[in-house]
């Protein structure tokens, strides 16, 4: 549930960072890879808007939804944020140049005690069948157990799809499709050592009904992550 605009889970107990520093402390040394869609690019967006220690790398790429990287050289922290591979559904126009699915993206990293990553994906999926979906979250899972075995102390989170607005093509994008993803998305990660950001129920508890989340949504999620991390 939130109180006064804190997420407050009923199976642990959340760690506050309020201040830039210590956010910092907790990124320090960290290499940090954000795998899905654009309400996961909030987070990124959220971090080098809140740190100011972390600078844009320019990577050259074209589109709202190029691959994103900032950098804090001081600290050696590395924050990268790659969009996942088809379905990708948006208006916008994007290259598919460096198109990869998290699967792939996660077989090339060597993992290690130091990096993070986090997937999220089902929003663009909605409108497709079912197995699609199914499919595409048993092979991250795989990627992630072939991940443990070259590097057993790497940190996996799963940030869990949330709820979007109620008035444009419903019978694509509603909710309802979004539960079916939801049930089967818990059901099939069940077992893994990982940490969950439970995304459905915070935009649930707080009658989130758009795409993407208000802020202070954003803020609760990433505390949550920075908890599971430090």
């Known amino acids: 549930y939130f109180l006064q605009d804190e997420w407050n889970p009923n199976f642990c107990k959340l760690s506050s960072f309020r201040t830039v520093d210590e956010i910092n402390t907790c990124l320090k040394g960290?290499?940090?890879?954000?795998?899905?869609?654009?309400?996961?690019?909030?987070?990124f967006e959220y971090l080098t808007k809140t740190v100011k220690t972390l600078?844009?790398?320019?990577?050259?790429?074209?589109?709202?939804?190029?691959?994103?990287?900032?950098?804090?050289?001081?600290?050696?922290?590395?924050?990268?944020?790659?969009k996942h591979g088809h379905p990708f559904v948006t208006q916008s126009l994007y290259t598919v140049k460096d198109n990869a699915y998290v699967t792939r993206q996660i077989d090339v990293l060597a993992g290690g005690p130091n990096m993070v990553i986090v997937v999220k994906l089902g929003l663009h999926f909605r409108p497709f069948p079912l197995h699609i979906f199914i499919r595409r979250v048993i092979n991250i899972r795989q990627a992630i157990e072939r991940l443990f075995l070259r590097s057993p102390d790497t940190k996996v989170i799963l940030d869990a799809e949330n709820i979007r607005d109620i008035s444009s093509d419903m019978e694509r994008f509603s909710d309802f499709h979004g539960y079916v993803h939801y049930l089967a998305w818990k059901d099939i990660f069940q077992g893994l050592n990982i940490g969950v950001i439970d995304a459905w129920d915070m935009t649930i508890a707080s009658a989130a009904n758009r795409m993407h989340p208000s802020e202070y949504i954003v803020r609760n999620q990433i505390n949550m992550f920075l908890t599971y991390i430090c």
């Open 30 to 43: 960290k290499i940090i890879h954000l795998l899905g869609d654009s309400t996961l690019r909030q987070w």
């Open 55 to 82: 600078k844009f790398f320019d990577l050259y790429g074209s589109g709202e939804h190029r691959e994103r990287l900032a950098l804090d050289m001081d600290r050696n922290i590395k924050i990268q944020w790659k």
